[in-house]
């Protein structure tokens, strides 16, 4: 696993070994960014489930102009620091919170926080062909205060199992799907509620 473009293009990010986490593959990386484009440069980001930084340091690395990253496992944020300094870019434009993304969501909605892009490849749900999912990615997208810390034209990239099949509030405009082995990223915008 590695950073594939920007300013530290090409060096290999640690991971832990085991089953624990399952990092976003370069290939599917690579076409992500390839449709985000400059869509990165100078633009706020939040990654959900951050595992080991890979996604959000890869958005430092193109230009990003700050990166907060949520993971609730000590281990896992450890890796991120440790990644985040091989990458030798700027710590200031950093922040990692150690705990629940839900707790988050609701913490970041409270202080009127708002994010050009929101990343999140959690954990993958079972197979539930005929029942609703019950997953971390239908979880987030059932999140009420999702919606609240995206900024005007911003994306919610969503990372889940083809085999979780998901179901969308009313909420979220689907604008791109991206499809790569087990592996779907939608590209997802929250619609305006109406002014009344």
């Not at 970041?108 to 029942?131: H, I, M, T, W």
Request: proline share 6%; glycine share 8%; hydrophobic share 45%.
């Amino acid at each position: 696993m590695r950073i594939i473009g920007g300013t530290a293009a090409g060096l290999l990010l640690k991971a832990p070994k085991g089953l624990e986490v399952r990092p976003t593959p370069d290939l599917v990386k690579q076409a992500l960014f390839n449709s985000l484009g400059v869509r990165v440069v100078d633009a706020r980001i939040l990654e959900l489930f951050a595992g080991t930084g890979a996604l959000g340091l890869e958005c430092l690395s193109r230009g990003a102009q700050e990166l907060t990253a949520v993971e609730l496992a000590g281990r896992q944020a450890r890796l991120i620091r440790e990644n985040l300094a091989a990458t030798r870019l700027e710590a200031s434009r950093f922040e990692l919170r150690i705990q629940d993304a839900f707790t988050a969501l609701n913490q970041l909605a409270a202080e009127s926080r708002q994010f050009d892009l929101v990343l999140a490849d959690p954990p993958y749900g079972e197979k539930n062909l005929g029942r609703r999912s019950d997953s971390f990615a239908q979880q987030l997208l059932d999140d009420p205060q999702l919606p609240r810390i995206i900024a005007p034209g911003g994306l919610f990239i969503l990372g889940h199992a083809r085999r979780d099949t998901l179901s969308f509030p009313a909420v979220w405009q689907e604008v791109k799907m991206l499809k790569h082995g087990d592996s779907i990223m939608r590209f997802l915008k929250p619609i305006p509620s109406p002014v009344t």
